[in-house]
Each structure stands twice: as C-alpha cells, then as structure tokens.
C-alpha cells in the first residue's frame, strides 16, 4: 500500500498504538483529542506522528480510526465534523462497553443493532469496517504467538474498504476473516467480551482469536 495519510481519533492506548503503527508502515498520521496538549510530547517521539483535535485528525486523514470510549463515539465523531468522513474508510475500533456494574462489563448496545452501525447511521457517507475490537492493544501491531499470525475479524458494507483495511491488517501480521456486512458489528462486538473474560478468568491478557480451517 502507498503511504497514505491517516487521521486517529482517539488518545487512548488504542489510539497511540494504532496511531504508531501506522507511522512504523511510513505513514503520516494525526492523532486527535479534546486536548491535544496532552499528546504533544508522546507525538513528538515520532516525526510522523502530530497532535491536534479530533476535527484535524478527522480532516488530515485520507483514512481514519476511531478509537474513542465506545459510549462517546457520537460526541467524538459529532466534534470531529461528520462531513470530514465522507468517502473515507474508517475503521472502528470501538467497543459498546458498559461499565456502570464494574468489571467485568457488558455491552450497552447488542443483538438487534450495534455500535458499528450507529457509527455507520452517523456518517453516512463512510466506509465503515470494524476492525482491532477483538485483541487487546498490546497485542495489535506484530502480534507474537506459537500458533502463528492470530486473525483480525472485519466486517463493513463496502468492499473496497475492507480490501484496504485487510491489506492494513496484513501489514501488521494479521490474517483476516471477512463476516460481511457491517451488521455483522452485533457478532463481533460480544466477541470482545470473550477475549476480556477470558483475561479475566485467567489472569492473563495474551490471547487471540485464530480461526482453525481445512
Ligand atoms: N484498550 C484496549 O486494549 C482495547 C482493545 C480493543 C478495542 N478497544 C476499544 O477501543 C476504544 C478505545 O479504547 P482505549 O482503551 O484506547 O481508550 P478509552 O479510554 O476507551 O477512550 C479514550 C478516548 O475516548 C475519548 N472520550 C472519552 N470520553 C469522551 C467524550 N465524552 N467525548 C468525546 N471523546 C471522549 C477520549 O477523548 P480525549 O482524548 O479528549 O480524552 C479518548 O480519546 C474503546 O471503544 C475500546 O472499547 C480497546
């Protein structure tokens, strides 16, 4: 893939790692929050990587993450400009976690309709592909196990998006399962709560899903 400019919402540690995986490929990147001061020196590290709002992040990138708090995704996607999505891909990271009952959570949305598509309903005029929402961050970029490459399951409507998102994936040592469309966000957003129980059960957060095939 050529490099490309990329727009990351989110300062979290999804946010940061993604965003630094994508300048580890080449790729210019701005990472955006309600205060970008506060990632001014994280992004100085990298000559690739700048801070600014969520509307310049959103407006930088000719691809774009979202990877804010799943509950304000709305309010971030709102901030950033809704028509700074039009025709770009985003991959939504997020997860509609609820922790008002404490850990482990459960999801505020589910079954019937998703965060996928809200975000999808909010811009319209996106290609939205869920995507990284199944594997805790660490293990995001170069994931390392016995087993070989673990795989990144996406979903989303448009077909180029996810050619462009699988391609991403790649680069960062993923396999990819397709599960169609982005309404397919109601099976892979609980899936997310399989990898958090699991850690939680175990004490340990170094796994990931890979689907075995013949
Ligand atoms: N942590 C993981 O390993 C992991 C793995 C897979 C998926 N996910 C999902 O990825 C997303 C990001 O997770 P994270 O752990 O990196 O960070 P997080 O703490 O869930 O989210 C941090 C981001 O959410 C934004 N935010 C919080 N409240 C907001 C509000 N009221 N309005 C606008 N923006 C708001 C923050 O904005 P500011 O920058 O302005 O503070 C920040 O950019 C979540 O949806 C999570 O479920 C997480």
């Excluded at 050619?163 to 892979?188: A, P």
Aim: net charge neutral.
């Amino acid at each position: 893939m050529q490099n490309v400019r990329v727009g990351v919402l989110g300062s979290g540690d999804v946010g940061k790692v993604l965003a630094a995986g994508f300048a580890s490929l080449g790729h210019e990147v701005t990472i955006g929050s309600r205060d970008p001061e506060k990632l001014r020196e994280w992004a100085s590290a990298s000559n690739r990587v700048t801070a600014g709002t969520f509307a310049d992040a959103a407006k930088f990138g000719d691809i774009l993450v979202l990877a804010t708090l799943g509950a304000a995704a709305e309010d971030a996607i709102r901030l950033a400009g809704v028509d700074n999505f039009n025709g770009k891909v985003l991959i939504d990271a997020t997860n509609p976690l609820d922790f008002s009952k404490g850990m482990p959570p459960t999801l505020f949305v589910g079954t019937t309709d998703s965060l996928g598509e809200q975000i999808q309903r909010l811009v319209p005029n996106a290609r939205v592909v869920k995507a990284f929402n199944t594997v805790g961050n660490a293990h995001m970029i170069n994931p390392q196990f016995p087993g070989g490459p673990p795989d990144m399951f996406i979903c989303g409507n448009d077909a180029e998006g996810k050619k462009i998102v699988t391609q991403i994936c790649g680069h960062f040592g993923w396999g990819v399962i397709d599960l169609g469309g982005i309404e397919n966000s109601r099976y892979l957003e609980p899936m997310c709560l399989v990898w958090v129980l699991h850690g939680v059960r175990s004490g340990s957060w170094n796994h990931a899903f890979k689907m075995l095939q013949k």
